[in-house]
């Protein structure tokens, strides 16, 4: 009885122990949520610190007014590096510097309540001794920038026995590439002349060549046009599958632009990645070029930043810069055009502010076109991006301002389109087609899919169209009457649009509403036809490839829409084959 007691009693000592020990640890080691609101670029961002034992260990950002396409990379990677280096001694991003330094003043004021110093000795030596740690890579090529351009050379340098890494600077691959609605042009008989289309390969370098108001290199306009088929079934035997649908181009007469299955820039890069994968060519995210090392009047590799670390990878034959545009980049942007201002809706990916372009400056590279930004009429009126393109709507819709009314030839070139709708009241037109101009299943059901995900409208009858579109149903109705007289008669009075061919006459309607968005860099490094960068001399830069938007000199002052893709795989493919054989 007695020593049954003393058990009883030995039991409750343990788990009073136990009890103690698990309040006490716990009272030891502090979890902390502190709270800060700060004022970001558009408004006040309110940010959550989570900070454990002396470590930030979760950032969030609760709220914030930011006009997302901008900030979205600094949103995601500042918090990022602030807890990976427990500092906030970390670049900001360009583009989006205000809301980055805002993030970091956030967290410091909460790591401040408690007590601790981001920007403290302990914090910079932590962040100095990571930095220190370097690594070497030695490749045959090296291509900075994992977009369709990079990855074009990638796979084309790998296909001719080089060795192959790509940086990409991204927590992701695809660049501009995965944003765009993947339009291929390309002079394709075997699609075309089924269609009574009779293009041929002059005619699209003169479209090309005349669109880009002739400041484009025309030996470079000749590659582009000449190579575009062949770069087409490339990529077939890649694995990309193209649609047969042939559609018109933006300040194009003829129609010569062709989709992958998905109308989607990313059926590009899967194919691209797929063959990197399998061919073991390496991709290296979040690892950033930041300067070309060049020796003996040669370039012989690049520097990269890896969050703490140093890379120094030198290449045997080649590097091919392959970075983007510089879209995402206000102040780059503004430099050279000083109209596109923060508020411009953008249609980039937040990797494009043109570093490359920097890098290849300061080997004494030479610029070109850089005065020639694109803005692409058509942009999604709410975030810049394409996702609200209605098939084929350039050939089929029209074009209404807010009071209802036609204002431009809707097939002229982008240029006009973009100034003419910034000149509507609130700058903004919505695109609107009938239903029966769309035969193939496929496209019924994509556009179906965009009415599903909220980005176009379908109104089942004119007063409907007119009560969604907010403007007076009988000058709605007069106008697409008027129209529908036009297409009749083959003759615009008011307009005079060439291309004549749908009547808006067969409900259901669909519209979607577009503003003008910052879309693409017609400027950027000089290239020859061997796409090897030149220098201020007119003279070659051995060893040193660009392609893609981080070039100038393929569109002049003005691009074809659908022309972006056969110049990026194109010169792409030149670039990794020439570094190659290098
Ligand atoms: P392109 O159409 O010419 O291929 P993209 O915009 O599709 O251009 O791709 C360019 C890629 O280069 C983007 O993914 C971008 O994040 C990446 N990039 C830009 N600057 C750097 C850099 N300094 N280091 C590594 N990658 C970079």
């Known amino acids: 009885m007695y020593k049954m007691k003393n058990r009883k009693f030995i039991a409750f000592l343990i788990i009073v122990i136990l009890i103690v020990l698990i309040i006490g640890n716990s009272l030891l080691s502090t979890k902390n949520v502190y709270e800060k609101e700060v004022d970001g670029h558009n408004g006040p961002i309110r940010v959550e610190v989570k900070i454990f034992n002396d470590i930030i260990e979760e950032i969030k950002i609760l709220e ?191 129609a010569r632009g062709y989709y992958t299955m998905s109308h989607n820039g990313s059926d590009y890069i899967k194919s691209l990645n797929k063959y990197c994968t399998n061919n073991e060519v390496d991709i290296l995210l979040e690892t950033k070029g930041t300067s070309l090392i060049v020796e003996d009047n040669k370039i012989t590799g690049i520097i990269a930043k890896q969050h703490n670390k140093e890379i120094i990878i030198t290449a045997n034959k080649g590097v091919v810069i392959a970075t983007g545009g510089f879209g995402y980049n206000i102040e780059k942007r503004m430099d050279y055009d000083n109209s596109l201002t923060a508020d411009m809706l953008c249609s980039n990916a937040p990797g494009t502010t043109g570093d490359g372009i920097e890098m290849a ?68 037109a919505y695109s609107v087609v009938d239903s029966d101009y769309l035969k193939d299943e496929k496209d019924i059901a994509y556009l179906e899919g965009l009415v599903s995900t909220g980005v176009v409208t379908k109104t089942f009858n004119i007063e409907e169209l007119a009560s969604k579109l907010m403007v007076d149903q009988n000058i709605l109705e007069d106008e697409i009457n008027k129209y529908n007289k036009f297409v009749d008669n083959q003759n615009d009075k008011d307009f005079n649009r060439k291309n004549l061919i749908n009547k808006i006459d067969e409900p259901p309607f669909y519209y979607a509403k577009k503003k003008p968005t910052i879309h693409y860099t017609l400027g950027g490094i000089q290239i020859n036809e061997n796409t090897s960068v030149i220098n201020t001399q007119g003279k070659v830069i051995k060893n040193l490839f660009a392609a893609g938007e981080v070039t100038g000199g393929i569109h002049g002052a003005n691009r074809l829409g659908g022309n972006s893709l056969p110049d990026i795989i194109v010169f792409g493919k030149i670039a990794g084959y020439n570094a190659a054989m290098n």
């Open 64 to 254: 914030h007014n930011e006009t997302i396409e901008v900030v979205e990379s600094t949103l995601d990677l500042i918090p990022k590096n602030i807890i990976s280096r427990q500092s906030g001694n970390i670049d900001l991003i360009t583009g989006a510097t205000i809301t980055g330094q805002a993030i970091i003043d956030a967290v410091s004021q909460c790591a401040k309540k408690a007590g601790l110093d981001l920007f403290s000795i302990k914090a910079n030596q932590t962040n100095d001794i990571n930095y220190n740690q370097k690594e070497y890579i030695n490749v045959d090529v090296v291509v900075i920038g994992a977009g369709g351009a990079g990855l074009s050379a990638a796979v084309s340098a790998s296909q001719h026995g080089a060795s192959v890494l790509v940086i990409e600077k991204m927590t992701e691959i695809g660049g501009n590439t995965v944003r765009s609605i993947g339009m291929y042009n390309a002079v394709n008989p075997e699609l075309q002349k089924p269609l009574g289309i009779n293009d041929s390969e002059d005619i699209f370098f003169q479209e090309t060549f005349l669109g880009g108001k002739e400041l484009a290199d025309p030996k470079l306009v000749e590659i582009l046009t000449s190579q575009a088929y062949a770069g087409m079934l490339w990529l077939e035997d890649l694995g990309v599958k193209f649609d047969t649908q042939v559609d018109s181009c933006l300040g194009g007469e003829y």
């Open 361 to 428: 400056k300061d080997v004494g590279a030479n610029l070109i076109n850089m005065e020639y930004i694109e803005t692409y009429p058509l942009g999604d009126a709410y975030d810049g991006g394409l996702r609200n393109n209605i098939p084929d709507s350039i050939n089929n819709g029209i074009l209404i301002n807010s009071d209802g009314k036609r204002f431009i030839a809707e097939d002229a070139n982008r240029d006009n389109l973009s100034e003419s709708i910034l000149a509507q009241n609130e700058g903004f």
